[in-house]
């Protein structure tokens, strides 16, 4: 079975923290993926990676960075936390091939990080 | 992409079959039928996915329409821990790297 872990479930931060979300899957997926789900607006995807070191934006990448220093882990940064931030962040990790930086194949998801900044 | 359309709230009985329908009238012949659901708090989980043909895994069956435009995901014997979010997504192969999630069925389990 794929497994797709994340660091915490639960965040408290305060305002202008630096916050670190790390994402592990155990599978070699090539691809990964940082979205965040907020009531009535739905998934929407952040940051992805389809290899090592690449990383590309999704629909709303401001105030987040991302880093992929290892095929297995996908960390999630918030370089400076601000109350519209608190959501939860789900992570996932798909195996399929990049076609011109389309991903097609399965996504398998984490349990999630809910995030709350003070 | 495709728009799907789905029921907001289900209900179904413990031991039962749930079957769970999901209309997506303009896909395209080359999307795929995608099935996720999202227990409460959770992170959203694969069920199932077809083309054309009806598949059957260890979780589900999904039931495709000849004419492509709506399906059926059948929980055949549902229990409790069914409880959740069933989202239906029909997804273009090769070019989607993103999920669009609707806003799916509310699938609960009474005992």
């Known amino acids: 079975d794929v497994k797709v872990t994340q660091s915490s479930r639960y965040l408290v931060k305060r305002t202008g923290e630096k916050v670190f979300l790390e994402c592990v899957q155990d599978?070699?997926?090539?691809?990964m993926f940082w979205y965040r789900q907020d009531p009535g607006l739905g998934l929407r995807l952040i940051y992805f990676?389809?290899?090592?070191?690449?990383?590309e934006k999704g629909d709303i990448p401001e105030g987040y960075s991302v880093s992929r220093e290892k095929k297995e882990r996908f960390s999630l940064i918030l370089e400076s936390a601000s109350t519209n931030q608190t959501s939860m962040y789900l992570c996932a990790s798909s195996a399929g091939t990049p076609v011109a930086l389309a991903i097609t194949d399965t996504q398998y998801f984490g349990p999630g990080t809910r995030l709350t900044v003070l | 992409d495709a728009k799907t359309t789905q029921p907001p709230s289900m209900d179904c009985a413990e031991g039962r079959a749930a079957n769970l329908p999901c209309n997506h009238s303009t896909i395209s012949g080359n999307e795929y039928v995608y099935w996720y659901r999202q227990i409460h708090s959770q992170g959203p989980q694969y069920i199932i996915h077809g083309l054309k043909n009806n598949e059957t895994n260890e979780m589900a069956s999904l039931i495709i329409t000849e004419d492509r435009k709506s399906s059926t995901l059948i929980l055949p014997h549902a229990t409790l821990r069914d409880t959740a979010v069933y989202y239906c997504?029909?997804?273009?192969?090769?070019?989607?790297?993103?999920?669009?999630f609707g806003k799916g069925t509310l699938l609960t389990v009474n005992p």
């Open positions: 997504l029909p997804t273009l192969s090769g070019s989607n790297y993103k999920l669009t």
């Open positions: 599978m070699d997926h090539e691809n």
């Open positions: 990676s389809y290899d090592v070191k690449m990383k």
